[in-house]
């Protein structure tokens, strides 16, 4: 099957760069998404580990025509800078049947060979996200606010009370969006509450993304934690506290209690245990008190002196 030619406005190849590294990732799942409407086949898409990726192997993987679909997606994201020039001699024999997107964890010169390479390509688009700081990064927030549908104030809240970093702030107003998509109202109280602007809202974006199994963003936010001087025991006591809740709710969910029952009987937030009834749907009660025995012999190891603190988090992490 011939490949369709890319349109000037339809670029058939993506470089996306910048220190705003979020944004990037974001646009290149945009981009994914939509080329992903054309296929048919499970064959029409490969996706390069950016770690073991070489410019023999992408080179292997564009070159390689489609099956049953008009083209083949391929895509590597996450390409540390270093490593992003290297494959550059990949593009040289690009064909029309191949649609690419490369995202790089950083900002490329305009000396770098890769960028030159996809500019040099007929279809070929290169997009720099720089860092967002100050007036823009607030203009962001307040755009991203008003496409979550939340109201400006807690979209100037989130943007005065979080780091100045466009994934933590996305991250925030989500889960406005999410409290208040739950029926819950989003009024002062709540916000004040969810948006700690401190530890606590930390503790709450790690517990989310804790099961059924740690998550990237885990490991990030428990690693936060530890630079802002949380003990790493204190850590894995909140980690313990929220495997415990959740094990109850799944207890009583798995008895026919329903969410408004759950809620009535616990002493949480409505708001923390519709979340542990929900997650407690997609793990088993095994896995929740395997995780509780490692949290138990992880600070019994620390405290015997046979165990690093920081280094036995990560393995606490790594066991759930």
């Not at 894995?236 to 809620?263: F, M, N, P, T």
């Amino acid at each position: 099957m011939r490949g369709m030619p890319a349109r000037p406005s339809d670029p058939q190849a993506m470089l996306l760069h910048g220190e705003e590294t979020f944004l990037a990732d974001e646009e290149s799942r945009r981009v994914l998404e939509a080329w992903r409407r054309d296929l048919v086949s499970e064959f029409g898409e490969q996706n390069l580990d950016p770690g073991g990726v070489t410019a023999a192997k992408l080179q292997d993987a564009i070159l390689q025509a489609p099956f049953l679909d008009p083209y083949r997606v391929v895509s590597v994201r996450g390409l540390a800078p270093r490593k992003a020039d290297s494959l550059a001699p990949a593009l040289a024999g690009l064909p029309d049947s191949t649609r690419l997107v490369l995202t790089v964890a950083g900002r490329l010169p305009a000396s770098s060979p890769l960028l030159k390479a996809v500019q040099a390509l007929p279809a070929g688009l290169v997009r720099e996200f720089p860092k967002l700081k100050a007036r823009a990064l607030n203009d962001w927030a307040s755009q991203r606010g008003r496409d979550l549908g939340l109201p400006a104030n807690a979209a100037a809240l989130v943007a005065r009370s979080s780091p100045a970093d466009a994934g933590v702030i996305d991250s925030e107003l989500r889960k406005l969006a999410a409290y208040r998509e739950s029926g819950y109202p989003l009024d002062q109280a709540a916000l004040a509450a969810l948006i700690a602007g401190g530890k606590e809202d930390e503790i709450f974006r790690l517990s989310d993304h804790l099961l059924p199994r740690p998550s990237g963003e885990a490991w990030r936010t428990a690693r936060g934690l530890l630079r802002s001087g949380w003990q790493p025991t204190t850590v894995a006591y909140r980690l313990a506290r929220h495997i415990a809740l959740v094990l109850e709710v799944k207890a009583r969910r798995d008895r026919g209690e329903s969410l408004a029952e759950v809620q009535a009987a616990l002493s949480e937030h409505p708001f923390v245990v519709q979340k542990a009834y929900e997650t407690a749907g997609s793990v088993g009660e095994d896995r929740l008190e395997a995780g509780l025995k490692v949290i138990l012999a992880y600070e019994w190891e620390v405290k015997s002196g046979q165990l690093d603190a920081e280094l036995g988090l990560d393995g606490v992490l790594a066991k759930l």
